[in-house]
């Protein structure tokens, strides 16, 4: 490394990137001024700095090895071992491809725990089984917490 002006301290590599920098844009604005295109020297410089900027930025990065990510967490577990069994039987009510008796089974226990009037209610409207939309469990859910006020 060299010092330069008592303060500054500039590596080799960069020295001559700076000097073979400026060199070409002193080559192209005389090209510019001998073919008449009547450059301005502000935004000429402006130019040339953001030009020699990026392809230094492109230069310095084409030999760069690809970024491994390494993650401090560990791979996540199946939310199913941490999720509730309510959690569990909306997921596998949600993803099966022929919905099972759980979610219907789930909902009427439910009631019955409030109201056993309501979980024969419900049970009733709820045969044959069929896939539920979540609206259709919100509204269920909203009875049964209702019946309990």
Request: charged fraction near 30%; aromatic fraction near 6%; glycine fraction near 4%.
């Amino acid at each position: 490394m060299r010092r330069l002006a008592g303060w500054v301290r500039v590596s080799a590599r960069w020295r001559n990137r700076l000097l073979g920098g400026a060199v070409l844009s002193l080559l192209g604005f005389g090209a510019a001024v001998l073919l008449d295109f009547e450059p301005q020297p502000v935004p000429y410089a402006l130019w040339s700095l953001i030009a020699l900027a990026s392809a230094w930025l492109l230069v310095d990065t084409i030999d760069v090895p690809v970024t491994a990510w390494r993650s401090s967490l560990g791979p996540r577990a199946d939310r199913s071992d941490e999720a509730s069994s309510d959690l569990r039987v909306l997921t596998g009510h949600q993803q099966a491809r022929q919905p099972s008796e759980a979610l219907r089974e789930r909902l009427v226990a439910l009631a019955r725990a409030r109201d056993p009037d309501l979980a024969d209610a419900l049970r009733d409207e709820l045969d044959p089984v069929r896939r539920l939309s979540p609206a259709e469990i919100d509204r269920i859910l909203t009875r049964i917490e209702d019946s309990r006020d």
